[in-house]
């Protein structure tokens, strides 16, 4: 099964900038839909941005025209570039990919966290 793994956060001021990585180990994401999700303390998780096999992506309204999600050339990496940063975008953020079989079900990495001062 493929392996993922979130890098990228870090504690910056409102308005600021950060890109999530979302790595691969094993084998490329191409084949998945792959999607970013948030969790802040004491709040369930958060549909954060999605992004399909052809490239099409989709977002909340909380972070569109903000946030982009994007795959890398290799296909081995998935990138969630966040600006213009505020305060409730605190959360850990984890990165999930969606594997079609018998059932359809989600690998999600260990997350990565992204604290916001005001």
């Known amino acids: 099964q493929v392996q993922l793994v979130e890098s990228g956060g870090g504690l910056v001021q409102a308005g600021d900038s950060l890109r999530l990585s979302c790595t691969a180990s094993?084998?490329?994401?191409?084949?998945?839909?792959m999607r970013w999700f948030r969790q802040a303390p004491g709040k369930e998780h958060e549909f954060v941005a999605a992004?399909?096999?052809?490239?099409?992506?989709t977002y909340s309204d909380s972070v569109k025209g903000r946030f982009t999600i994007a795959r890398d050339n290799a296909q081995t990496t998935v990138y969630l570039q966040m600006n213009s940063l505020k305060p409730e975008d605190t959360a850990v953020y984890y990165c999930?990919?969606?594997?079609?079989?018998?059932?359809?079900?989600?690998?999600w990495g260990q997350g990565t966290q992204v604290t916001v001062s005001s």
């Open positions: 999930a990919a969606e594997i079609r079989g018998f059932r359809t079900y989600n690998i």
């Open positions: 992004i399909n096999q052809s490239g099409g992506s």
């Open positions: 094993g084998r490329t994401l191409s084949t998945y839909v």
